[in-house]
């Protein structure tokens, strides 16, 4: 993987109360295909749109080639048992110009 990529997603099934959300978010992000050697760096509840959200970055491997990468994994809470998320993936040294990019993809995200 030599370039950053984000992946736009529907969950269908979260949890509702909100002290089951970080364990749900953890299982979900360590689930992400293709990485490997995977450590969890940050892991929160955040406000994304005024609304719950839940942010969990993981240090890793990617590809044949075993790429250095950093990935952030986004879930926003909505309406029922739903969340929009969002994964955005970058090459450790191109992370931090990636990060600020996947920040605007998420937050340009409206709800109908």
């Known amino acids: 993987e030599t370039a950053p ?3 736009l997603g529907i969950i269908g099934a979260v949890p509702d109360k909100p002290d ?5 978010a953890q299982q979900a992000a360590t689930l992400i295909p293709g990485l490997r050697e995977g ?3 940050v892991s929160e509840p ?3 749109d005024g609304g719950p959200g839940y942010e969990t970055r993981i240090d890793a491997l ?5 790429t250095p990468v950093t ?22 040294d191109r992370w931090q110009e990636a990060f ?10 409206a709800y109908r």
């Open 5 to 7: 990529f984000v992946v």
């Open 20 to 24: 089951d959300r970080a364990r749900f």
């Open 39 to 41: 450590r969890v760096t």
């Open 46 to 48: 955040i406000r994304i």
């Open 62 to 66: 990617s590809g044949k080639d075993g």
């Open 71 to 92: 990935v952030v994994q986004w879930l926003r809470f909505g309406a029922g048992n739903t969340a929009v998320r969002v994964i955005g993936s970058a090459p450790r």
């Open 100 to 109: 600020n990019r996947f920040r605007t993809v998420r937050d340009g995200i």
